[in-house]
Nanobody, 115 residues
Framework: QVQIVESGGGLVQPGGSLRLSCAAS????????MGWYRQAPGKQREFVAAITRSGLTNYADSVKGRFTISRDNAKNTVYLQMNSLKPEDTAVYYC?????????WGQGTQVTVSS
């Protein structure tokens, strides 16, 4: 089993920044991909960004140029730096950890962008 702890959510004004963190522990051997998804009220969960163990990244079009995903393999931690936040970025953000044949999800952290 993999345990996931997310942190860094909160309330921020439009144009502001937040940094999310996701730390994995437990059965962390062979973790490959790590990433972030989000779910806004009344909407389906959607992909935000992902990063492989070697550092290859992928972003949703809606966040390209504004969000940056990074990873510290030694700490089994993935980060999401979110800049130029918009009200439409408001959602619960979930961390996903991928192992061969297994996916693990965090409990989610709320991000609210509002003036």
């Amino acid at each position: 089993q993999v345990q996931i702890v997310e942190s860094g959510g909160g309330l921020v004004q439009p144009g502001g920044s937040l940094r999310l963190s996701c730390a994995a522990s437990g059965s962390i051997v062979s973790i490959s991909g790590m990433g972030w998804y989000r779910q806004a009220p009344g909407k389906q969960r959607e992909f935000v960004a992902a990063i492989t163990r070697s550092g290859l990244t992928n972003y949703a079009d809606s966040v390209k140029g504004r969000f940056t995903i990074s990873r510290d393999n030694a700490k089994n931690t993935v980060y999401l730096q979110m800049n130029s936040l918009k009200p439409e970025d408001t959602a619960v953000y979930y961390c996903k950890v991928v192992k061969p044949g297994e996916d693990y999800w965090g409990q989610g952290t709320q991000v609210t962008v509002s003036s």
